[in-house]
Nanobody, 129 residues
Framework: QVQLVESGGGLVQPGESLRLSCAAS????????MSWVRQAPGKGLEWVSEINSGGGYTYYADYVKGRFTISRDNAKNTLNLQMDSRKPDDKAVYYC??????????????????????WGQGTQVTVSS
């Protein structure tokens, strides 16, 4: 069955870097776009970034553009999110999600769980203030 397992979350100081990873299994990883979505306490799902199946096209939300970098290693079935210059507002549970298509989309802020067909369990990212 499809599994998405995130790792790399934790507590860091503002401005410190953090790298999240998502290990994928149970499907042909290289055939599908992948995305990172976050959820802050008491808020809805917020789209962060998306990458196409081949890794050549990436899209970012304005509030992370220039600070976060999405990447993937199709040989290792792994999705990554490099988080630099983090801010207290970045505190959230970060989910990786599988798109039901190979191409990536520039999405709006709000996403619905039905926009993606599989989700990981999430990893907590906390930025101390």
């Amino acid at each position: 069955q499809v599994q998405l397992v995130e790792s790399g979350g934790g507590l860091v100081q503002p401005g410190e870097s953090l790298r999240l990873s998502c290990a994928a299994s149970g499907f042909h990883f290289s055939n599908y776009a992948m995305s990172w979505v976050r959820q802050a306490p008491g808020k809805g799902l917020e789209w962060v970034s998306e990458i196409n199946s081949g890794g050549g096209y990436t899209y970012y939300a304005d509030y992370v553009k220039g600070r976060f970098t999405i990447s993937r290693d199709n040989a290792k079935n792994t999705l990554n999110l490099q988080m630099d210059s983090r801010k207290p507002d970045d505190k959230a549970v970060y989910y990786c999600a599988k798109a039901p298509r190979p191409f990536a989309l520039q999405r709006g802020t709000v996403v619905d769980s039905s926009d993606y067909d599989y989700w990981g369990q999430g990893t907590q990212v906390t930025v101390s203030s």
